[in-house]
């Protein structure tokens, strides 16, 4: 049974850093992962994902975090990252992470990140 678990969220005031984990089990954290966020009254936003390793690894960024934000993986905990740093009251959000295997694609339940002085 392939799982998905997010953590690192919390409590930061702007200006601050957080580093979300996306912990999985289950199935190789060596396939497309995706990071997401939904803030309260809209829809939800992709961030950021990694491809494949097979595939070369590359990241990609929305505009809205480019350069605050970086996307990595660890093989040996199979689990990915989202390095957040000068976060802003616009990223208060719950983020998600999605992995893409083949056809089948797989949800976490998210971590709340808040940015408040």
Request: proline share 2%; glycine share 10%; net charge neutral.
């Amino acid at each position: 049974q392939v799982q998905l678990k997010e953590s690192g969220g919390g409590l930061v005031q702007p200006g601050g850093s957080l580093r979300l984990s996306c912990a999985v089990s289950g199935t190789s954290v060596n396939f497309k992962v995706f990071w997401y966020r939904q803030a309260p009254g809209k829809e939800r936003e992709w961030v950021a994902d990694i491809e494949s390793t097979t595939l070369g690894g590359q990241t990609y960024y929305a505009d809205s975090v480019k350069g605050r934000f970086a996307i990595s993986r660890d093989n040996a905990k199979n689990t990915v990252y989202l390095q957040m740093d000068n976060l802003q009251s616009e990223d208060t959000a719950v983020y998600s992470c999605r992995l893409a295997e083949r056809n089948f694609h797989y949800w976490g339940q998210g971590t709340q990140v808040t940015v408040s002085s």
